[in-house]
């Protein structure tokens, strides 16, 4: 991507060009030493982090330490000379488009954390052939600020209200918070067909498993799975589909696609787990993406106690779709 991201040369880029050392903060306090690292050498592939680890090249205080050491305020860590070849490293320029529409899509910020707007088709994080997420883009929009993580995930193809923490100490909190189900989460879907206004919650186990061709699957196993929980409400009633809030009381991957598709209901635009006439249809339509969106978080701020609901807008494409079914609804 000329001009849009920094990437190694022909004769690979030395990232770290002499041993250093850096002294953990209190913003490091408790995260763990393979993903400081992961921070602190941007763009370094997570293997090459683990090898300096296993060779010993890492130390804290001196010391050699296991990847899920967790750092202390005044840890001393030495970091490697790290030289990555060609092709392997990208970093998101601060001017790329992408990045720069991230100031738009800011919904709350204060000291503690931001909540942004996550577009559709951008993962959370890289990795896995990814070459950047939402996480790499936005600190290369806010270089000032030293601690910037995420929360919490969304899905590549699923947009909506993410929260950032900006503090080590905010972000132990919101983990605490999710742990104990305090934060809130609504989504709206859109699936084929006519929900059963007596559906008001699933609960059904999910367990993941991995296909020959390396997909990853999540399907519901009542023996095997761990405990999910997805409550629904009707929005809206349209042409031969329903506009569904879905609010999943635990965190499970592709809990809401999976419990949708179980219930004969499956996500609009779903690839995976989707219904393709269903898809076909709202591709003619123009829609294009899948239709799962994270319209409202509901948390408590760290640093005030202050609940705090934020809401990000549905995009307008998926405002579109409800449009043209609500159009053809009347129309019949």
Same mark, same amino acid.
């Given at each position: 991507m000329p001009g849009n991201a920094k990437t190694a040369g022909e004769e690979g880029?030395?990232? +770290?060009?002499?041993?250093?050392?850096?002294?953990?903060?209190? +913003?490091?306090?408790?995260?763990?030493?393979d993903n400081y690292l992961a921070r602190t050498l941007k763009g370094v592939p997570r293997s090459?982090?683990?090898? $300096?680890?296993?060779?010993? !090249?890492?130390r804290v205080n001196k010391g050699r330490v296991d990847p899920s050491y967790k750092l202390k305020a005044g840890d001393v860590i030495r970091i490697p000379p790290v030289k990555v070849s060609?092709? =392997?490293?990208?970093? %998101? @320029? @601060? +001017?790329l488009h992408l990045v720069q529409d991230l100031k738009n899509r800011i919904l709350f910020e204060n000291d503690a954390l931001i909540v942004i707007d996550k577009p559709a088709g951008l993962a959370a994080h890289g990795g896995s052939g990814i070459e950047f997420g939402l996480i790499e883009a936005l600190r290369a929009l806010?270089? !000032?600020?030293?601690?910037?993580?995420?929360?919490?995930?969304?899905?590549? !193809?699923?947009s909506g209200a993410? $929260?950032?923490? =900006?503090?080590?100490?905010?972000?132990? +909190?919101l983990h605490e918070q999710f742990?104990?189900?305090?934060? =809130? =989460?609504?989504y709206l879907t859109l699936v084929p067909g006519s929900w059963n206004r007596k559906q008001k919650l699933i609960e059904a186990p999910l367990v993941r498993n991995e296909l020959k061709s390396g997909e990853r699957m999540v399907m519901v196993n009542f023996k095997e799975?761990? %405990?999910?929980?997805?409550g629904f409400d009707i929005v809206e009633t349209l042409d031969d589909a329903t506009l569904l809030a879905a609010m999943p009381h635990t965190g499970r991957t592709h809990q809401i696609r999976v419990h949708c598709a179980w219930a004969q209901h499956p996500v609009g635009g779903d690839e995976k787990y989707g219904d393709k006439a269903f898809n076909?249809?709202?591709?003619s339509l123009g829609l294009k993406r899948m239709f799962l969106h994270a319209f409202r978080i509901t948390f408590v701020d760290p640093e005030s106690g202050e609940l705090l609901k934020i809401e990000a807008p549905l995009p307008p494409e998926l405002e579109a779709a409800v449009a043209a079914l609500r159009l053809k609804g009347n129309e019949a």
């Open positions: 880029v030395i990232l +770290n060009q002499a041993v250093t050392f850096k002294t953990a903060t209190d +913003n490091d306090e408790g995260q763990r030493l090459l982090l683990y090898r $300096i680890l296993r060779r010993g !090249e890492v060609a092709g =392997k490293v990208t970093v %998101p @320029s @601060s +001017n806010r270089p !000032e600020l030293p601690f910037l993580e995420l929360a919490h995930r969304l899905d590549r !193809e699923t993410i $929260i950032i923490a =900006k503090r080590r100490s905010a972000l132990r +909190n742990r104990g189900r305090v934060v =809130k =989460k609504r799975g761990a %405990p999910a929980a997805t076909a249809r709202l591709r």
